[in-house]
């Protein structure tokens, strides 16, 4: 029988039944990121319905393009905490090791009247694990493998075996009252690519206390150090393999370092009220290193990029249950961005918002949710703005366990201050600044239901349509070769999701079928109100069609799991730029299999990624991974 209890704290900032909310929000659980192997998370999300992950690069029902790294409709949080960058507002997914994940919440729709900026297509929280004041335990996973070959003579630009492999170490300790986990990770990977190869190390850890029996800390904090390559496009799609964005003569590395540091501090003043202070630093550096290609001999070498980014900033927060009926969440949240950079100059940006919540238990079954955020953003060089973004939503459980759902909700995304300042050269392209860019706004609408089809199915169906004011896209000058980011598009996003649950033979057989259907069009018009030339077309970088299928098996200590993703073919990308054979798009089909042995102390797995070896590109002039194998191994000391 398919469970129905799971928990979700993201939809309202406090830990409700998942049937028992106004939107839609799919949870991975730590199980789903064991069996991947999932190093980062976005391993995972490519196959949350509804959601493609390339990299950092996160859209939920066609949300977002591709975006090049720099600003993002997708606000990750860790543990209700902003996670993004404070220069290019990018997620930097490698700094939080995933064996410290307890699950993680994909909210979809505008979360913005909660969370505020760059909640427009959703919400990503991830949620970490409570350190246990039993027993210290030591557990170690380790993973090896390597890429095919190409099946192209013409692709294969190493004779070498590109292998990759991790390590993770991870202790579980108490000592003098406080709770721990630190987690050491180390990883590699040469990549079937030229220079997208990296190296990369984090050490985090998780520490809970109380002071009082009614007062309690969580602290978490991790650093990153990686080195990685520059592989943004392809030479050309004869060359698929060898990097394009790059002069003849050098390679770009770019070295990253990241520290956060989140504390957390909860007061409970009764059994119907607490409060909880959340506290949040963060340091971004980074540098684009040019180093001599072998052979030539650049005269500029060195670096000539470089950006550190500091991030200061709290949350109070207020839980009151006024009765059984009804429940309030309000509070205040703040930050300041200092930006030091050659390509973005000095900056300082801050941000302050109230927000009020309201649900109420209308009558038995039946919820109403509303509430609203106010959001304040001032800086220098830009001019002070304000956003309003209410929200309402209703949900009805019905006495069989089926349930309806319906919400809508204004969100909103402030430009970055890479948007706003940057003046560098990229892919071999001049980017020019605009600090007169305006926020992004949109309103987001949703209705759905989850119905028990069966004991042993249950269908969830979702109608969802979201209109955007504002979009920020890059503008390319091809004559000049010159780039600027401006407020160019109005557009509607409507479609359709079904996502289906299904399990056999006393559960151990279990099927998940996700469909999403997006339908995108491009409503913008000319200052005059005439129709501009892109008006009626759909959005680029939008695929129309999603399907995702995962099903596993389980026999005695066996597991077997197969991942099959659809996406269908891009239809519309920037014909106009320097991307060699950018118009070589296919649909994507992929399928990985998975194969473990587990016992109660250790466990083996065995990986197949793109077992058929199926080409596409994953972003404009980037091939998807190649077929690779892995062997993983798991224990508890």
Not at 180 to 191: R, T
Not at 372 to 391: L, V, Y
Not at 546 to 556: G, P
Request: net charge positive; charged share 20%; aromatic share 14%.
């Amino acid at each position: 029988v398919i469970p129905m209890n799971q928990f979700v704290v993201t939809a309202s900032k406090y830990r409700q039944d998942v049937n028992e909310i106004p939107v839609t929000i799919d949870i991975i659980t730590t199980h789903d990121l064991v069996k991947r192997n999932a190093v980062t998370i976005d391993q995972v999300l490519k196959h949350v319905p509804g959601v493609q992950a390339v990299g950092n690069n996160i859209s939920i029902r066609g949300s977002s393009g591709f975006t090049w790294g720099v600003g993002s409709r997708i606000l990750v949080l860790l543990d209700g905490m902003p996670f993004l960058t404070g220069d290019t507002g990018s997620i930097t997914l490698d700094a939080l090791p995933t064996a410290q994940i307890q699950q993680v919440e994909v909210m979809k729709g505008a979360g913005s009247a909660l969370y505020g900026s760059n909640a427009m297509g959703g919400v990503v929280n991830i949620i970490t694990r409570t350190p246990s004041s039993g027993k210290s335990s030591l557990r170690v996973r380790s993973y090896t493998g390597f890429y095919d070959q190409p099946s192209y003579p013409q692709w294969r630009w190493s004779s070498r075996r590109r292998h990759f492999e991790g390590l993770t170490v991870d202790c579980l300790t108490n000592f003098l009252n406080v709770s721990s986990i630190i987690s050491f990770n180390l990883k590699s990977d040469m990549s079937f690519k030229e220079n997208a190869d990296f190296r990369k190390w984090n050490v985090a850890g998780i520490f809970r206390f109380s002071l009082t029996p009614n007062n309690y800390w969580n602290v978490i904090s991790g650093y990153l150090k990686s080195d990685d390559g520059s592989f943004i496009f392809w030479r050309d799609c004869n060359h698929a393999l060898r990097v394009g964005n790059e002069p003849e003569d050098i390679f770009t590395r770019t070295y990253t370092t990241y520290f956060y540091l989140y504390p957390v501090m909860t007061q409970i003043l009764s059994s119907r009220f607490f409060y909880r202070l959340r506290l949040r630093f963060t340091r971004a550096h980074s540098e684009d290193h040019a180093h001599a290609r072998p052979g030539y001999h650049p005269q500029l070498l060195g670096i000539y990029r470089r950006s550190t980014a500091d991030t200061y900033g709290g949350e109070l927060q207020f839980n009151y249950q006024y009765s059984p009926e009804t429940n309030i969440v309000f509070g205040f949240d703040g930050h300041k961005n200092d930006v030091s950079s050659i390509q973005y100059g000095y900056h300082r940006l801050g941000r302050f918002s109230v927000y009020f919540q309201n649900e109420k238990e209308l009558f038995h079954g039946f919820k109403l949710t509303t509430g609203f955020r106010w959001d304040w953003e001032w800086g220098s060089d830009i001019a002070t703005m304000s956003q309003f973004n209410p929200k309402v939503g209703v949900n009805y459980l019905f006495a069989n366990g089926n349930s309806f759902r319906c919400s809508v909700g204004r969100g909103f995304r402030a430009p970055s201050a890479a948007e706003r300042f940057i003046s560098t050269f990229a892919n071999m392209i001049k980017v020019l600044p605009n600090p007169a860019l305006k926020p992004e706004r949109n309103i987001s609408a949703e209705i759905g239901c989850e119905l028990g089809v069966t004991s042993h199915s249950r269908l969830d169906i979702s109608v969802f349509s979201t209109d955007y004011w504002g979009l920020i896209e890059p503008q390319l000058n091809a004559q000049k070769l010159e780039v600027q980011f401006a407020n160019i598009t109005r557009a509607r996003i409507q479609g359709l999701e079904l996502n289906q649950r299904i399990t056999w033979w006393g559960n151990r057989l279990e099927s998940n079928l996700g469909y999403t259907y997006v339908y995108s069009k491009n409503l913008s018009r000319l200052p005059n109100g005439e129709p501009s030339q892109e008006y009626g077309k759909m959005l680029k970088h939008r695929p129309r069609h999603l399907l995702y299928v995962t099903t596993s098996a389980k026999w005695n200590n066996w597991l077997g799991v197969v991942d099959f993703r659809h996406i269908s073919k891009i239809e519309r990308t920037d014909e106009v730029t320097n991307i060699p054979d950018i118009n070589k798009r296919v649909p994507i089909y992929v399928t990985d299999l998975s194969l473990g042995w587990q016992k109660s102390k250790y466990s083996v797995w065995f990986l197949v990624k793109n077992l058929f070896q199926y080409y596409y590109v994953e972003s404009p002039g980037n091939l998807g991974e190649l077929r690779n194998y892995t062997l993983k191994l798991d224990w508890h000391l």
